[in-house]
């Protein structure tokens, strides 16, 4: 089953547009998620993490657990925003803890 | 730029060898994973490791295998046995609740 769902798998905005990037997961136990991001020729990385609620490079992501997401938000998009962004949920598994990722989300912001 | 290093970066098989595909880390973490990167797929998990002389089977380790004999070093071989190896494939270690990840090796098996 799968734990994390991205429901797009391209997102394509304007320069100074909002942004939302969705994430679902389904998780039974109390979740740890995260935001990872993979700009051109660069490492995978953390973005943000639920627990720490801060904002970073001026994006948000808040954990709600009614309704099991954990979108990454930010009010306005900038051209260096273009990369692939990844929602991941920390879950454990023989003991210890794996990250759970979902397919991906592709931002492109244009001028 | 250290940290966790991958190599090659780009590495050519025939169809029905095994090959191995290296994984260094200077961050001095127990826990090192390996996952597969295929387009529209995400990130998935082939094996991990905690601790040295032990890891675990992850989503997808059909037709791989590691070795983690030592705490900077976490090898992934694919073999022949797995039906899809040409992909990116990705190493990464952790902390706590961050992970670093290397910059992938792209095997093609031709």
């Known amino acids: 089953a799968q734990r994390v769902t991205q429901p797009e798998k391209l997102l394509s905005v304007f320069k100074g547009a909002p942004v939302e990037l969705k994430c679902n997961y389904s998780y039974s136990g109390s979740p740890e998620l995260f935001w990872y991001v993979q700009y051109s020729r660069q490492r995978l990385q953390l973005l943000l993490r639920h627990i720490s609620r801060e904002s970073i490079k001026g994006f948000t992501a808040d954990l709600n657990k009614g309704e099991t997401s954990f979108h990454l938000k930010k009010p306005f998009a900038q051209e260096e925003d273009s990369a692939m962004y990844y929602c991941a949920l920390s879950e454990p598994r023989s003991g210890y803890s794996t990250l759970t990722f979902g397919k991906g989300t592709m931002l492109l912001v244009s001028p | 730029d250290g940290g966790i290093t991958q190599s090659p970066k780009y590495l050519f098989r025939k169809e029905g060898q095994n090959v191995t595909l290296s994984c260094e880390q200077n961050?001095?973490?127990?826990?090192m994973y390996w996952y597969r990167q295929d387009p529209g797929q995400g990130l998935r998990l082939i094996y991990y490791s905690q601790i040295v002389n032990d890891f675990q089977k992850g989503d997808i380790a059909e037709g791989y295998s590691v070795s983690r004999e030592k705490k900077e070093s976490f090898p992934l071989t694919v073999t022949s046995a797995q039906k899809n190896p040409t992909a990116f494939y990705l190493c990464?270690?952790?902390?706590?609740?961050?992970?670093?990840f290397g910059q992938g090796t792209r095997l093609t098996v031709v």
């Open positions: 990464a270690s952790s902390t706590g609740f961050k992970a670093f």
């Open positions: 961050l001095n973490h127990d826990a």
